[in-house]
T-cell receptor, first 111, second 113 residues
């Protein structure tokens, strides 16, 4: 069963704009991860944030985690056409060796 | 694609036939996973392995079996393929479990007629 749920399900923006994606989840977690999937390809890990962290940066990516609201957001700054992809959040629940993925959201960056 | 290959990359088969998908890694990672990806469902875990000969079921394991006789290879078998198993199958690996970062293969697109 899905743990994380991405919102919005689809987002279309212009190149250079910022893109914000949200993920909500239901149970307590050890960490939350974001992955990207280009059309026809496998998933690529973007960033992992642990339950005791509130914010993390990696290049143009900024992830926040609010465990009290059971939500996370992924911000991509200065988007590029190459950022066009599907994005998934995945949560790791306490003691589990498994990740539970959301259904994903589609980002389109128009040149 | 961090040293992970999947074979075949595409397969068309008929209902009732057995199918085996192979995942091969060169990273010597302990954990290996099989997922299926379907529209509207995202990624769902089928089976995973936490060591040679050590496997466990995931969320959607019915109709699937797995084997891992070597660290580098993880096989997924559909004993008798059904049309509901038409999907894209992804293998993933991770050096540690406990929900840590996973690295995905390129996927196998399976069509069951």
């Amino acid at each position: 069963s899905q743990q994380g749920e991405e919102d919005p399900q689809a987002l279309s923006i212009q190149e250079g704009e910022n893109a914000t994606m949200n993920c909500s989840y239901k149970t307590s977690i050890n960490n939350l991860q974001w992955y990207r999937q280009n059309s026809g390809r496998g998933l690529v890990h973007l960033i992992l944030i642990r339950s005791n962290e509130r914010e993390k940066h990696s290049g143009r990516l900024r992830v926040t985690l609010d465990t009290s609201k059971k939500s996370s957001s992924l911000l991509i700054t200065a988007s590029r056409a190459a950022d066009t992809a599907s994005y998934f959040c995945a949560t790791a629940q306490g003691g589990s060796e498994k990740l539970v993925f959301g259904k994903g959201m589609k980002l389109t960056v128009n040149p | 694609d961090a040293g992970i290959t999947q074979s075949p990359r595409h397969k068309v088969t008929e209902t009732g036939t057995p199918v085996t998908l192979r995942c091969h890694q060169t990273e010597n990672h302990r954990y290996m996973y099989w997922y299926r990806q379907d529209p509207g469902h995202g990624l769902r875990l089928i089976h995973y392995s936490y060591g040679v000969k050590d496997t466990d079921k995931g969320e959607v394991s019915d109709g699937y079996s797995v084997s891992r006789s070597k660290t580098e290879d993880f096989l997924l078998t559909l004993e008798s393929a059904t049309s509901s198993q038409t999907s894209v199958y992804f293998c993933a690996i991770s050096p540690t479990g406990i929900g840590e970062t996973q690295y995905f293969g390129p996927g196998t697109r399976l069509l069951v007629l």
